[in-house]
């Protein structure tokens, strides 16, 4: 552009957009621009009245007997087949449970036994190598908690965890790689991976991969079957509007599904659950991926942030997600250039649509204005959230820098939004407004 | 007693309870007698309110600032904290999180190894046997889901689960056992275990304990401490009525918590969860055995559940729950016994009251007298549900009996509730009214 963007282009955008009706499916707090529903989407305004009718109706009246009135064992089923279409997914090959960790360490249970079994049926010839597939690759820089799990599980089986940069990816699927596992979009910097390309190298190195959607469900296209991939799991109170701690997700490839019964082996996985018998016996599909008593509560939730899904779907589906996703982030971008030049802002998501998720995040760290133990970074996030805007902070590790972090959901957010939020930001830049002591305070939980 | 028990004698009881106010904190539906609160607890009155609190201020309105607000990220040592007095625990030593079966899967891995290690230590020499202990023991009439857990660590390590029947777990505790996994009250049957006299039993084994505690915990004596039990898991949504699916929770002793770190090691279990570090660093204590972000409205609606408990405190706390409890099933027997003589019923709790959980169980085989596809004792639950009369049935194992099984929840039965149910068993079974078709149809999910 070449005129500078005005709050009034903005509008106009708003205007025109074909998703706009949607944001009246949310409830927004008055006063707030919220460019964190990466972390925890906003509250749908249909979840208040579904979950007082679980509580007081299905539990508080109907009691155990909503199991079968309710249709509560199903809920992992039915949820999750609301969530297939926005990943590529079949009916019937999703389901909704667990925490993202625990479902994690279902799936790389399962792809590393799995790919060991594969590896034998393929090897040269008897003498060939067998088992010996001893390496999950991840990305150094992946969600901590999916690098957590792959350690403990690394723990228990003489495993080993190879952590690498992205770019070093491709030279790190060497023939002992059991399961390359990575999350799609990066949650620091929003960086997005080729899902289909990278799973094609996995495989090509005898690898199945293990994808982490928390990011992308939602967010992005996802085309789990298209990509040919193997595992994936997913988050429920991010993009998909789940609530806090909303149950996750969990996807496998049919031609994986009934290949292994996932050590979490509870009775919700069973085939024949209310039998009692005291053998398990998987479920055929995906239902093996169940384990215990689901929170039916917070289940329930879920279903409200997913029906909003549904209504996405006939005015243009995750197409037009996409499209205003980008629409938005680039406009954050292009403002950011326009408004916010000369402070120092280091962008560190991809330009490249290909590589970009649905955030932008930037690094800030103006020398010599160090204000003590906080990062300046800490203290703009600090002095935003203040204004009523609200992203979040990401810490640096030793080889990455801070990072400013604001998502862009295109179910709720206006191009508006985006303007008054770079405005604010602007404004605590030049005055030098996220100095001020009550800013610079010791990092809280956040 | 040597004349019959009358209405008016179990309304003197009530009004003699010292406990009865407690009944206030609940809501139950109108016509309904209760008698399945050790499958679903019934709702507190004060859930509604606390759970649309989280929804539309904690999350609608705060939304990611909760996090340090509402201190969400603490709420499975709060409600922990609230949980340790019941089952002998003390404070920083429970956490409410995940599911039984996960909880379970946790402790029993956990329970495998220190059991190898302590044997390591102990043994004769250092030619002595290392890493030998190989066998789970578990009864066989164990609430199947323990036993699916077990099987699939089990299928994982190359274990083997050994399944004996009560009175063999002495004799099945070889140098091999490296764990005894018990249910402290059988699901089926309301058999309690004597904790302390079988933990003692598995430690001169050199065995360690893991303790179900799902029919346990809120509803009889527990103390994990006077037993020097090792692991302890339980139920949230039974006795402890925190709703359907209500997260559960885990006990590690002391000595034990930091001897090991769970294979789901999430980040929730991290010393330092928002430092967000690559390396995997267990919490001191307990805490490392929570994995990923908790379900939090479930979480919340499970501390109103508790909050019952703290007011049960001053009225007599879980000696005055248990002398109320052991009263309404004795009532119970009696009356079967007075009122329901020549059906046949046979009941299978036992009548010590040192061996009895807070539910009684009997069979109903009346020879001669089948309908088909059905049992009698499933049609008997039916035609008690159509009158509001709520238990359940356990369908019997090839060597078990189909069961109805009824549970007695101190915190809000009336002796008058036992007498009317009672009432309702003998129409039933002396009009034959369970001979209705109605009550006779498939085995639906119960």
Redesign the interface.
Known sequence: MTTPTTLQDCQTLDAQDPLRSLRDHF?L?AG?I?L?GN??G??PKA??AR??E???Q???????????SAS??DLPQRLGNQIAPWIGANTGEVVAT?????NL?KVL?ASILIANQAHQDCSEGQNGPKNNRKIIVSE?S?F??D???A???C???GLQLQ?VDAGDIPASLTPEVAVLMLTHVNYRTGAMHDMAAITALAHAAGALTVWDLAHSAGAVPVDLHAANADFAIGCG?KYLNG??????FVWVHPRHADAF??????????AAP???????RPAPGIARYL?????????A?LGCGLDVFDAAKPLGGMAALRQKSLALTDLFIHLLEERCAGHGLAIATPSDHNQRGSQVSFAYAPSGQSTGTTSPAFAVIQAL?ARGV?G?Y??G?ADSAHLLRFGFTPLYLRFEDVWHAVEHLRQVLTTAEWKRPEFNQA????
């Open positions: 409830t707090p707030v919220y964190d972390s925890l906003v509250m979840t208040p979950v007082a679980v509580v007081t299905e539990w508080g009246t109907d009691l155990i007997r909503s199991w079968n509560w064992f667990d925490s993202t960790s625990i360490f249970s150094r992946n901590p908690t690098l957590y799990i350690q403990g599980l723990a228990q089986h952590l109170y609530g806090p701690g909303a149950p996750a019964a996932q050590p979490l082996s509870g009775w919700w996985g069973h209310f039998a009692f018998t005291p053998d398990y384990c215990g008593t689901q929170p039916i509560i917070s289940l939730a959230i609200i979040d990401r810490a590790q990092h809280a939980v956040t």
